[in-house]
């Protein structure tokens, strides 16, 4: 089978284009950010490479493709991929959405589908149970939303779970070898974003947490929200099995349908932390991340004893409270968290951090953030606000504005009005357009024993690395 992804440049869509190519099919993919994208893994998992294509062109979509996979941004109007879009459809090829295809991969039967959803902790989740899973022997499929460390990269192809797709994409074909189909695994996140979730059909769901996030889909606000994850709780088999969080009120609600409908319901609370963990990456939220999974695997038959020394062997996932490096005793934290509540939690993490590992009595915590999108800053704009309590220093870039998905008032420079109001709270703000703005300023004031941290869901990063090549 021959596919093209749309889009390819994304953490989930290289990883899903990476994991049909190890399951034996051709791919292409284009992005309009000049990117490397092949298999990081062995022979054993993938041969050959991932043609890539810079920018978009309706010269992309040839006749022998079998579909052409996209995300869900990529079906927006204003989508600079409409060119390649309407050549699929004036060819009859298949348009899949990312998600859906993951449903079907997910959904095929005899797969025990593990779907992690919710607005926060799906990665770290999703990256502890495989691990756990790995452990145990279970050898899962994976597709996480962040490059794995033990894995350096954010797939995983299990041993019992090698398929072919069929022309038609809603015929799955087996070719189940060491082990046979019954004992396959397939762990994955579920976005809420286009509310995605929807195209999964796991047999056990983990939902984190519910709350106002990505408002653009859900108009509604929290009902909204609640609604959709109530359609997704419905989709669960008979015999699936439903985790949430039991401090999660909204959680608490939807969770009676699953108990109407016969499913198996586990709740996780903070106030009763799986016994054992001694986690090495900090904050108190990882502690009920890690819940999440422990819950899940001991449900899967996993041993005590194989939970807790993966659990506490787990030094975090790409991008979440990710260390950098040290340079001048100044370490700089990467963290993806770009919603007002990951933030709080980032903070709460490196404080927790300064206190246990940085022996200078005077160190300052500086976190330079890019706010994600002008609709998600402009709706939750008084969280924002509120949010960086704690910080001894605070710089703020430009808003990173996303192709599509914006509204026709959107500016980047919207995150001028951000720092205005976070000074009136007390913090020391200042507002740096570029990144390079922000090195700048992070070269004067930054002192031995100082903790900086690059806050967002873009490539901010790089302005830590940056600074640690001063």
């Known amino acids: 089978m021959k596919y093209h992804f749309i889009g390819i440049g994304g953490i989930s869509m290289s990883g899903l284009a990476q994991l049909l190519l190890a399951m034996g099919n051709e791919v292409t993919g284009c992005d ?43 079906l927006h109007d204003k989508s600079p991929a409409k060119e390649e879009i309407k050549k699929a459809e004036k060819l009859d090829i298949p348009i899949i959405k990312r998600s859906e295809m993951i449903g079907k991969l997910m959904g095929k039967p005899g797969v025990t589908g593990i779907a992690v959803s919710g607005m926060h902790g799906k990665t770290t989740v999703s990256t502890m149970i495989s691990l756990i899973l790995e452990a145990a022997g279970f050898d899962p499929t994976c597709l996480i939303g962040s490059d794995v460390k033990e894995w ?48 999964f059909r796991p047999k056990i769901l983990v939902i984190t947490n ?74 108190k939220y990882n502690l009920l991340d890690a819940t999440f999974a422990a819950r899940v695997c001991h449900e899967l038959g996993v041993s005590s004893k194989t939970i807790q020394k993966t659990l506490n062997n787990f030094t975090g996932s790409s991008r979440r409270f990710e260390i950098k490096g040290e340079i001048n005793h100044i370490t700089v934290v990467d963290d993806y968290g770009h919603h007002p509540t990951e933030i709080k939690a980032t903070i709460e993490a490196a404080k927790e951090y300064q206190i246990s590992k940085i022996k200078y009595q005077k160190s300052k915590l500086i976190v330079v953030f890019q706010p994600h999108q002008y609709t998600r800053t402009k709706l939750l704009f008084k969280d924002f606000v509120t949010a960086f309590k704690g910080v001894d220093k605070l ?5 990173y504005l996303i192709s599509g998905r914006e509204p026709a008032e959107a500016r980047a420079d919207f995150s001028r009005e951000l720092v205005n109001e976070i000074k009136n709270q007390g913090i020391d703000t200042e507002y740096a357009p570029t990144y390079q703005d922000a090195k700048l300023m992070l070269k004067k004031i930054a002192m031995p024993g100082d903790v900086i941290i690059t806050q967002g869901a873009t490539d901010i990063y790089k302005v830590g690395e940056d600074f640690l090549k001063k």
Not at 169 to 191: I, M, N, Q, R
Not at 215 to 228: E, V
Request: glycine share 8%; net charge positive; with cysteine.
């Open 152 to 199: 350096q990269t954010n797939w995983r192809l299990g041993k019992t779970y090698k398929i072919s797709l069929g022309k038609n994409t809603s015929e799955v074909k087996e070719t189940p070898h060491l082990g046979g189909v019954e004992d396959c695994y397939f762990v994955a996140e579920a976005c809420e974003y286009e509310r995605q979730m929807l195209d």
């Open 32 to 74: 309009i950010k000049k990117i490397q994208v092949a298999s990081q893994h062995d022979s054993r998992q993938a041969s050959g490479k991932i043609k890539f294509f810079q920018g978009h062109s309706e010269n992309h979509i040839t006749k022998d493709l079998d579909g052409v996979i996209v995300t869900a941004a990529a």
């Open 395 to 399: 710089i703020i870039t430009d808003i």
């Open 210 to 283: 519910l709350e106002a996030e990505h408002l653009d889909t859900y108009p509604g606000g929290i009902k909204d929200i609640r609604q959709t994850f109530g359609r997704f709780i419905r989709k669960l088999p008979k015999d699936g099995l439903l985790v949430v969080w039991r401090e999660d009120q909204n959680l608490m609600r939807i969770s009676q349908i699953a108990k109407k409908r016969g499913n198996t319901v586990r709740e996780v609370s903070m106030k009763k932390i799986w016994p054992g963990l001694k986690l090495k990456v900090p904050g």
